[in-house]
Nanobody
């Protein structure tokens, strides 16, 4: 299993940028696909982005495509989410997740971080 710790959240104005980081520990990081999810108040947790274990393949939710970029550095056991052109509707707690099963559903990911708050003001 992989232990995950997110960082980099905060308060930013609409149109601004943030980069989230997720530090992983555990021997299975390099064989795990990594994902970012988010959960806004009163809403269900939703998929944001996913990256394959080797970093070659990425997939994004339509709502963030063209604005967010997921990447990973396997030498540092870290996955990133670069968020540009942020909108107030991007406000949520962002979670990092690790999984070895293909897909973008919550059930495809077996390890989760504690989350980091992102707030975008208008």
């Amino acid at each position: 299993q992989v232990q995950l710790v997110e960082s980099g959240g905060g308060l930013v104005q609409a149109g601004g940028s943030l980069r989230l980081s997720c530090a992983a520990s555990g021997r299975t990081f390099t064989t795990s696909a990594m994902g970012w999810f988010r959960q806004a108040p009163g809403k269900e947790r939703e998929f944001v982005a996913r990256i394959s274990c080797n970093g070659y393949n990425t997939f994004y939710a339509d709502s963030v495509k063209g604005r967010f970029t997921i990447s990973r550095d396997n030498a540092k056991n870290t996955v990133y989410l670069q968020m540009n052109s942020l909108k107030p509707e991007d406000t949520a707690v962002y979670y990092c997740a690790a999984g070895e099963v293909p897909g973008t559903k919550l059930a495809n990911f077996g390890s989760w971080g504690q989350g980091t708050q992102v707030t975008v003001s208008s």
